[in-house]
Structure formats: structure tokens, C-alpha cells
């Protein structure tokens, strides 16, 4: 009687340690293109987003890089650019990624966080359980040298 109970606690556990384990990787990740851009914003003029973007790709290794969406890096006092005249040394530069989630519930046809292009999300007494698609998200903020 008590197995059932048991096996969903298990995949409920298996599938959180998943969700955190991609939320850990995306947050190294976002701190890795962050570091970048704090580093070597100024000396890298326009590149020094693409830099910040690919340091970015690059350092979540055990995700798909093609879906991860970076959002565009802000900056306080730069308007939202990155050419070279625009980074301000000592400016706050924020980096955003999101990541999507996949939780299908074994045995159904539930996914509680479908990735973008599959099945919407289930309603439950009219909450939707997954409001969005990318349910792991990272920002991190750096001072431009």
C-alpha cells in the first residue's frame, strides 16, 4: 500500500535533484559570463558581450547550450550597450540567463514544467502549475574595471 506513495516520493526527488543540479550549473554559468564582462568589458569595446555570452555557453558544460536564453546585459549608467565608449569603469553590469524545465510525471501525461514546444502547462482549480517555460533562472551582477 505504501509503495506507490514511495515511488512518487522517489521520482519527486530525482527530478528535483535534476532541477537543481541544471539551476546550479546556470547560476556557475551566468557568474562565469559575468566575470567576463567585468574583467575585460572595457578593453573588448562591442565584443565585449558576445565574450561575456560565449564565457557564458561555455561554462555550462552539461546543459544544451541552445536552450539557454541570455537575456541582454544591462548596465547602470550605459544605456544597454556594449560598444566602447559606453562602459564606464566602476558601472554595475547585470547578466540573466534562463533555463528550461522538464518534469514529466512518470506513467501520464503530466508534465509539470514542460520545455518550449512541448504540451502547456497543466491548470489545477485554475493556477497554472508552471506559469513559464524557463523555470531556472541565474542573474548576477558585476562593477565593470
Not at 48 to 70: E, P, R
Not at 91 to 104: Q, S
Amino acid at each position: 500500500m505504501v509503495l506507490p506513495f514511495l515511488g512518487m516520493m522517489l521520482v519527486g526527488i530525482i527530478f528535483g535533484g535534476i532541477t537543481f543540479f541544471n539551476y546550479a550549473e546556470l547560476a556557475n554559468a551566468v557568474n562565469a559570463g559575468a566575470r567576463e564582462l567585468g574583467e575585460n568589458g572595457r578593453d573588448q569595446g562591442a565584443n565585449a558581450c558576445v565574450m561575456a555570452n560565449t564565457a557564458l555557453t561555455t561554462a555550462a558544460g552539461n546543459l544544451n547550450s541552445s536552450q539557454i536564453t541570455i537575456a541582454k546585459e544591462s548596465f547602470a549608467n550605459s544605456k544597454d550597450s556594449c560598444s566602447a565608449t559606453l562602459l564606464i569603469q566602476g558601472d554595475a553590469g547585470t547578466v540573466t540567463a534562463t533555463y528550461p524545465c522538464n518534469l514529466p510525471i512518470p506513467f501520464t501525461t503530466i508534465n509539470l514544467c514542460p520545455m518550449p514546444g512541448g504540451a502547456s502547462s497543466p491548470v489545477v482549480n485554475g493556477v497554472t502549475l508552471c506559469p513559464s517555460t524557463y523555470c531556472i533562472s541565474a542573474t548576477t551582477t558585476v562593477y565593470i574595471e
